[in-house]
T-cell receptor, first 115, second 118 residues
Framework: AQTVTQSQPEMSVQEAETVTLSCTYD???????LFWYKQPPSRQMILVIR??????QNATENRFSVNFQKAAKSFSLKISDSQLGDAAMYFC????????????FGKGTKLTVNP | NAGVMQNPRHLVRRRGQEARLRCSPM?????VYWYRQLPEEGLKFMVY????????ESGMPKERFSAEFPKEGPSILRIQQVVRGDSAAYFC????????????????FGSGTRLTVV
């Protein structure tokens, strides 16, 4: 079974600085998708960024970028120029190619942004 | 487009009662997914449905839990004889024709229902 591990229960960053959240996963599949979701106190799950495993290029969405290391099964999220609104729980998630469309989530990292 | 609507937002039930959680998918979406988030945990998949069909229920507890997505109306997650361990946030997500990940947006999640069993 696939598993997703987020080893940092909590992280903090100063406003305008850069922070990196770690995620590792375990799978025997070669094709899959990886995601980072943000969950603010409102509980809404917001997709931040996605990566297809067959793509070597790391995904980027404005201030958010990933470092995808397929051989190491690592998928970290970098947030640049952190803003107060970035404070939230961040969840890494995995989905296999084909079959059911279920996501496997890590336990999350709580990010605090200090002014 | 109103997004994925879940109600109620908060639900309190006494042990032994039934809980019914509703999810109205985004307009045009025919696939619904239910997830449960226990305190201090990530979301865990429960069930994947399309209208009038259960596609994957591998994450559903064997007893007391059931889900449906009728031809008309919202999807319902039903928990019979609730126990304290059922207290959690329950999230619904929807997608179009089972192609959540061929778009740039993946699923669309609702804001969840927080169930508290007292």
């Amino acid at each position: 079974a696939q598993t997703v591990t987020q080893s940092q229960p909590e992280m903090s960053v100063q406003e305008a600085e850069t922070v990196t959240l770690s995620c590792t996963y375990d799978t025997s599949e070669s094709d899959y998708y990886l995601f980072w979701y943000k969950q603010p106190p409102s509980r809404q799950m917001i997709l931040v960024i996605r990566q297809e495993a067959y793509k070597q290029q790391n995904a980027t969405e404005n201030r958010f970028s990933v470092n995808f290391q397929k051989a190491a099964k690592s998928f970290s999220l970098k947030i640049s120029d952190s803003q107060l609104g970035d404070a939230a729980m961040y969840f890494c998630a995995y989905r296999a190619q084909g079959g059911s469309e279920k996501l496997v989530f890590g336990k999350g990292t709580k990010l605090t942004v200090n002014p | 487009n109103a997004g994925v609507m879940q109600n109620p937002r908060h639900l309190v039930r006494r042990r032994g009662q039934e809980a019914r959680l509703r999810c109205s998918p985004m307009k045009g979406h025919s696939h619904v997914y239910w997830y449960r988030q226990l305190p201090e945990e990530g979301l865990k998949f429960m069930v994947y449905l399309q209208k009038e069909n259960i596609i994957d229920e591998s994450g559903m507890p064997k007893e007391r839990f059931s889900a449906e997505f009728p031809k008309e109306g919202p999807s319902i997650l039903r928990i019979q004889q609730v126990v304290r361990g059922d207290s959690a946030a329950y999230f619904c997500a929807s997608s179009w024709l089972g192609q959540a990940f061929t778009s740039n947006y993946g699923y669309t999640f609702g804001s969840g229902t927080r169930l508290t069993v007292v």
